[in-house]
């Protein structure tokens, strides 16, 4: 088990607030974080679940809601294409210095 840590800092004057989250790795997982991630894997034809998703880990039966969410709002065209979509997310996160 890791802890994935969120940084933010406000300004100069406030401290520098530091979230850690517990995640499951791919290889850790066990039960229905496991049986989640395997059907994560196996509906998109990929090998390591990313680390937004295992934010979630904790709580399973959210992280499946997540999912479907996130393949609902953010994998789907609407009135954004699916492409615009990540592209637009992809510079959020660089934005942020986030490294999803």
Same mark, same amino acid.
């Given at each position: 088990m890791r802890y994935w840590c969120v940084h933010s800092e406000q300004s100069a004057? =406030?401290? +520098?607030? *530091?979230?850690?989250? +517990?995640?499951? @790795?791919?290889?850790?997982? *066990? @039960?229905? *974080?496991? =049986?989640?991630?395997?059907?994560?894997?196996? $509906? +998109?034809? +990929?090998?390591? *679940?990313?680390?937004?998703? =295992?934010?979630?880990?904790?709580?399973?039966?959210? $992280?499946?809601?997540v999912i479907a969410l996130s393949d609902t709002v953010h994998f789907s065209d609407g009135h954004l294409t699916r492409r615009v979509k990540e592209a637009i997310a992809c510079y959020v996160s660089a934005l942020n210095q986030c490294p999803y």
């Open positions: 004057d =406030k401290e +520098r607030q *530091v979230t850690n989250i +517990r995640i499951i @790795g791919d290889t850790e997982a *066990v @039960g229905e *974080v496991a =049986k989640v991630y395997e059907e994560w894997r196996a $509906l +998109r034809e +990929r090998t390591i *679940v990313p680390n937004i998703l =295992k934010c979630f880990s904790a709580r399973p039966e959210f $992280l499946r809601q």
